[in-house]
């Protein structure tokens, strides 16, 4: 199926715009060196608070998003329980001692979780995809939707794979009645161990009888978020990434300003910042994406949330925005 798409070229899938991973001139073994040694502000001080909340007991009729930390996050709308990236192992590498997750982020597991209707994995990273956790999970859930290529990986670790639908860019399913998921693009790539780019990477669009959610995965700016804006916005609420930055690899991840502008390209009513809170994979100080992304929301009129582990955030009704970090 991947030989078909139309973005996979010469053995591999490729961006809709060209894009570096790293800028030119970056030394690798200065970067790995330098990742073995982050500096102390890459870590909280003391274990991050959390919010305990019974994720089994939501009230059927509302639309609640509970993050778990990183780009982990449980969306229960009215009824469906819908699981984006699950991390639960305590660790985002395949070495279990490298990139632990930070004190007190990890008090969440799947044996919390209600049965999963749908299962979101937006691409093959390590942390996206987790090995302890889907072998957990695979007795329950009922369906797994992913990207181009990623249902091997699932496969090897246990997911039977009759549960498995792989999607490409702008590839629309029904997930159950009244909603869809559309598969839409992302300016990033995949990897595990050596193999790179033989899978693909994705956004999607979650719709549910005139409710819209972006589920925006991995992804550096670009011109994709306005085309998905276009054919698919405004929506109530878009999950964006803006942590894990670095001006050496600035086309893959995207910095809290671009997020910002990427949630106005969207025609987003609220904006909610993830992949930050949980593992150290840049340089820079763990609360600075939310502090940025107040920032550059508040100069700009963008409403934003940014809730704690655990902390729901509920459409309409509830956008925790405490400046806990601090």
């Known amino acids: 199926m991947e030989r078909t798409s139309p973005h996979f070229r010469n053995g591999s899938f490729h961006n809709e715009v060209p894009t570096e991973i790293m800028v030119k001139g970056t030394s690798t073994l200065k970067l790995l060196l330098k990742f073995f040694r982050k500096p102390p502000h890459a870590y909280p001080p003391a274990p991050l608070p959390t919010v305990h909340t019974d994720l089994k007991a939501t009230p059927a009729g509302e639309t609640a998003i509970t993050w778990f930390g990183h780009s982990s996050y449980l969306l229960q709308d009215r009824g469906l329980n819908i699981l984006v990236d699950p991390v639960f192992s305590g660790h985002a590498s395949p070495v279990p001692f490298t990139v632990r ?3 007190g982020s990890d008090v ?4 919390d979780l209600p049965d999963i209707d749908i299962l979101i994995i937006t691409h093959n990273h390590y942390d996206h995809l987790d090995a302890r956790t889907i072998r957990r999970l695979r007795h329950r859930v009922k369906a797994v939707y992913t990207s181009l290529g990623v249902g091997r990986t699932l496969s090897h670790y246990g997911m039977p794979a009759q549960l498995i639908t792989e999607m ?5 399913k ?3 009645p009244g909603a869809s998921l559309t598969a839409t693009p992302a300016r990033h790539f995949s990897g595990r161990g050596l193999r790179r780019d033989s899978s693909l990477w994705s956004s999607f669009v979650y719709e549910h009888n005139g409710r819209k959610i972006y589920i925006g995965g991995d992804s550096g700016y670009g ?5 998905i804006g276009g054919k698919y916005g405004p929506f109530d609420i878009a999950i964006l990434e803006s942590g894990q930055y670095n001006a050496q690899w600035p086309n893959i991840h995207m910095n809290p300003e671009e997020a910002v502008q990427a949630g106005f390209d969207l025609g987003a009513k609220v904006i909610m910042p993830v992949h930050w809170g949980k593992f150290a994979l840049a340089f820079h100080p763990w609360n600075e994406p939310p502090a ?4 550059a929301a508040a100069e700009r009129g963008m409403r934003i949330t940014l809730p704690r582990i655990g902390e729901q955030v509920i459409l309409d009704i509830s956008y925790p925005d405490a400046r806990w970090w601090e």
Not at 223 to 227: A, G, L, S, Y
Not at 292 to 295: I, P, T, Y
């Open 108 to 111: 969440y597991g799947v044996k």
């Open 292 to 295: 940025r992304a107040v920032k």
């Open 168 to 172: 490409d860019w702008w590839e629309e």
């Open 101 to 103: 997750a930070f004190r």
């Open 223 to 227: 011109p994709h978020f306005k085309e």
């Open 174 to 176: 029904e997930i159950a």
